[in-house]
């Protein structure tokens, strides 16, 4: 018999009791386009998962000794909770065996992509908060996400959206906006367009296979030009 995130689960000790919650964090769109009677896939799960990793990671950098700034922190946590960084997390837990992928998408590699992998890790936090609170989450991430606060940062994982905010409120207390420009490829591996705006005026354009890898892009050039 395969291996399911559930026997993952009860060999980390970790409690769950609504299985159809589970499974929603593991469904990617592909695969309910395939199978109609999956129902919904793993966004809003994502979304839910994004505001608990925020909370988790904010309170843990703000007890850190010695204290950080308030820029330091935001530093760093936009390094620990970026798309490498929980496609990163997602791999050592060993998660990705349980994606549930179109077969397009799994043809096409969707398994190991880092966007996929990211969005998946944040719909997991987010359905077992839903289940069972804030106590699996933490022993998940105590596994993952503590140990790399003290890792070294790779240039990859800079995050250039919060650097950009920070230099442009440093002359204003505008906030720059980010905007779809097009969207290229098959539906199963596309590439993202995206522009971030201030004031209308576009700073940079960027592409990725994911809307967060193209504002980060984006956001790269801006900064880039700004720097100059």
């Keep these: 018999m395969a291996d399911t995130i559930f026997d993952w689960l009860k060999r980390n000790g970790i409690s769950f009791s609504d ?36 909370v988790w990671t904010s309170r843990k950098l703000i007890m850190l000794e010695p204290a950080l700034s308030e820029g330091q922190m935001t530093t ?10 929980l496609a990163r997390y997602n791999r050592q837990l060993g998660w990705g065996a349980y994606l549930r992928l179109g077969i397009g998408e799994e043809k096409s590699g969707g398994r190991e ?32 996400l503590t140990p790399a606060i003290k890792a070294p940062k790779s240039e990859t ?25 097009g969207m290229e490829g098959p539906s199963n591996h596309p590439e993202f367009e995206m522009a971030v705006l201030l004031d209308e005026i576009v700073l940079g354009t960027g592409k990725g296979n994911s809307k967060k890898r193209a504002e980060q892009m984006a956001a790269k050039a801006a900064f880039d030009k700004m720097a100059r």
């Design 157 to 181: 994982l800079i995050d250039y959206k919060t650097r950009l905010q920070e230099v442009v409120q440093a002359d204003t207390r505008k906030t720059l906006r980010y905007e779809l420009l």
């Design 19 to 54: 299985r159809r919650l589970i499974l929603e964090a593991l469904t990617h769109s592909s695969y309910v386009n395939e199978h109609k009677e999956a129902g919904h896939d793993n966004e809003r799960l994502e979304f839910m998962g994004d505001a608990v990793l925020q």
């Design 113 to 144: 992509r880092d966007s996929l992998l990211a969005d998946m890790f944040e719909a997991m936090l987010g359905a077992l908060y839903l289940d069972q609170g804030m106590e699996p989450v933490t022993k998940i991430l105590e596994q993952v």
């Design 76 to 85: 760093l946590r936009a390094q620990l909770v970026c798309e490498e960084a």
